[in-house]
């Protein structure tokens, strides 16, 4: 097994958007890493991490489901993947060669058509796997259910208990990646063996949608290789029920430990500057003893003030600690034995990379903690902490972040009944605020966003369409629309492009056209649009229509006019094409099928670094149809 790389930005700690300051603690250099620290990767260029694997559990380079058969994967050789394709005679489940107690774990897993597996943590509670593609209701047998207890003794028809359907089904479709973080907590005993805490998966997440939250378990589920409950246990892979391949499998394994804070007193000091002052040229206006750090302890009405809590951090284990310290439009430091771990000095939001490294020694060090509340009417901050088999804990107290998200009440929704819905609204796209962009929600339950700027397809989405409440509720501050569904984006450029060579890059916004002109849309009988603009002398009408039971949508293009055009259907840091014609996205974004008498044919080349798929359109009339699959 092998640590996971984590990408590092050396910066200096104590530099800020102003060159004049007075200094408040030594400047020092730090590594700023991701707000997490590295996982354990389980190398799979064998099977030594596992125990007594049978022979149905094979290492692979590459793997492909055939949609159009049940249960199958057709794996190649190499390494990197590990394939399951159980037999008569070989059908063993997979065991880590480690056991676990409380647990984070994330991987990747591909299921064929029809086919099924189960994540067993500790070998005795399951998190199902499951081809659950298109079910509209799912139940705790869909992938990302917490299977069912089974019990004879409680009757006919009422064997099953303890069963907990995922929140919403954000499977895709078989033969596309799919990726799991899940944290497990382990029953938890005292000396006598009694139980005291039963298992708990306290977040289950499958592709980016949280589908469990706080599910306890009273005991092991159906299908389990233990009837009993214990501290810890091997990860076990159902192998006898179908074909399942796994790969990008990292964990990090937690104890019951936690940091204290202890002998803490605050200081408070009148703030009138962005830029935190010497704290030793101002006076202390309040000096209490506390056990508490909060922003909420800033006193006064609408207060601007500097918090300053000192005291000693008590550290459970030797090893790299990391500091996640955020600050809601306000500035800060943290300093621990006399060295800058965090300079947040200036003013900063929620998503400010506040984060630092260092390595601690078992016992007591001292730390302080500054807040420059400069704003009246902010007073947020979040200090976390993680650290060698210590799970990321909160080190302020929860009246020091104030509420965030909204409550079930203010949530304002755009439903679809039996009409197709458009809503306008601004619309954020890989970090980039959209501002004329169209949502159409279909009775169908498929839905996309549109940019009418660029002439580009968004996201698309299933299940609930769209939620307002940032564009409505109190001021509407934000202006934003939110997919409400389970979604998958693209790459949003143009879609069309004159390239002037075949390596040529493909331009980023249509602000780069002279010639480019979007002219609405028009709707048909149903109420779908076409959305209508013109690149040079070459007229483009863009349509999209949703499958009426699967989870796809066929897009269906006409461009006419003199001026030869490259079309970008997508782009992506692979894109391959599969033995029955078509295309896949990033392994585990999506598939695009064209018709297999299609005049114009897709090709991929390489741009930046990344492929893309790209369909040349000569001049003249032309249709080019295809269909998205997610």
């Not at 509670?125 to 869909?142: A, T």
Request: with cysteine; aromatic share 10%.
């Amino acid at each position: 097994m092998k640590k996971s790389i984590i990408f590092a930005v050396l910066i200096s700690l104590f530099s800020s958007c102003s060159e004049e300051k007075d200094e408040t603690a030594s400047t020092a250099t730090k590594e700023i890493i991701l707000p997490f620290l590295p996982f354990t990767d389980i190398a799979l260029d064998n099977t030594s991490s596992f125990a007594d694997v049978t022979k149905n559990w094979k290492i692979s380079g590459d793997v492909y489901a055939d949609r159009s058969r049940e249960n199958t994967l057709i794996a190649s050789d190499g390494e990197g993947i590990l394939v399951n394709q159980p037999d008569e005679q070989n059908k063993g489940h997979l065991f880590t060669d480690f056991e676990h107690g409380d647990m984070e774990l994330e991987i990747d897993v591909m299921m064929p058509k029809g086919s099924n597996s189960g994540l067993y943590f500790q070998g005795r509670y399951e998190v199902q796997l499951l081809d659950s593609w298109g079910v509209e209701k799912p139940q705790h047998s869909d992938i990302g259910g917490i299977y069912h207890r089974w019990d004879d003794s409680r009757g006919e028809g009422k064997e099953g208990y303890e069963g907990y359907a995922p929140r919403i089904n954000a499977a895709k479709a078989p033969g596309l990646w799919q990726h799991f973080k899940i944290i497990f907590h382990a029953p938890k005993f005292d000396r006598s063996g009694k139980k005291t805490d039963n298992a708990e998966f306290e977040e289950v997440w499958l592709n980016g949608v949280l589908v469990q939250k706080n599910i306890q378990l009273t005991g092991p589920t159906r299908a389990s290789a233990y009837d009993d409950e214990k501290a810890k246990g091997p990860l076990m892979v159902q192998g006898d029920h179908g074909a399942v391949a796994l790969k990008n499998m990292k964990y990090k394994l937690y104890d019951n430990k936690r940091v204290g804070l202890a002998g803490m007193t605050l200081k408070e000091y009148e703030s009138d500057s962005l830029m935190l002052r010497n704290l030793d040229s101002l006076e202390v206006i309040r000096e209490v003893a506390t056990d508490t750090i909060s922003a909420a302890m800033a006193s006064g009405k609408n207060p601007q003030k500097i918090l300053s809590y000192t005291g000693k951090m008590v550290v459970p284990e030797s090893g790299d600690y990391l500091f996640d310290y955020r600050i809601n439009e306000g500035g800060g430091i943290l300093i621990i034995d006399k060295d800058t771990v965090v300079n947040l000095d200036g003013d900063y939001k929620l998503d400010s990379l506040g984060v630092g490294i260092m390595k601690l020694t078992k016992g007591e060090v001292p730390f302080q903690l500054i807040y420059n509340k400069h704003k009246y009417w902010k007073h947020d901050f979040s200090l976390e902490v993680e650290g060698p088999g210590l799970q990321k804990q909160a080190l302020h107290a929860p009246s020091s972040v104030g509420r965030t998200g909204f409550l079930p009440e203010d949530i304002m929704m755009v439903d679809v009944a039996d009409e197709v819905e458009l809503q306008r609204s601004f619309w954020m796209h890989d970090g980039k605020k959209r501002t004329h962009v169209i949502s159409v929600g279909t009775p169908q339950g498929i839905h996309y966003a549109y940019d009418l700027v660029n002439g580009a397809l968004l996201q698309v989405w299933n299940g609930d369409f769209f939620d307002a409440t940032e564009m409505w509720l109190n001021r509407g501050e934000k202006q934003l629309g939110l997919p409400a569904g389970f979604t998958v984006s693209f790459h949003g450029d143009p879609e069309f492009a004159a390239l002037s060579e075949e390596d040529a890059p493909w331009p980023e916004d249509t602000s780069d056209f002279e010639d480019f002109t979007s002219t609405g849309y028009t709707l048909d009988s149903e109420g779908l649009p076409s959305f209508k603009y013109t690149k040079g002398s070459t007229s483009i009408s863009d349509k999209m229509t949703p499958s009426e039971d699967k989870r796809s949508l066929t897009r269906s293009i006409t461009a006419t006019g003199s001026m030869p055009l490259s079309h970008k259907i997508a782009e992506g840091v692979h894109i391959a094409k599969l033995p029955n014609g078509t295309f896949i996205v990033n392994d585990e974004s999506y598939y695009i099928n064209f018709p297999d008498a299609a005049a114009l044919k897709p090709v991929v080349r390489k741009n930046s670094g990344n492929d893309e798929l790209i369909v040349n359109v000569p001049g003249g009339d032309n249709v080019l149809t295809y269909t998205i699959t997610w």
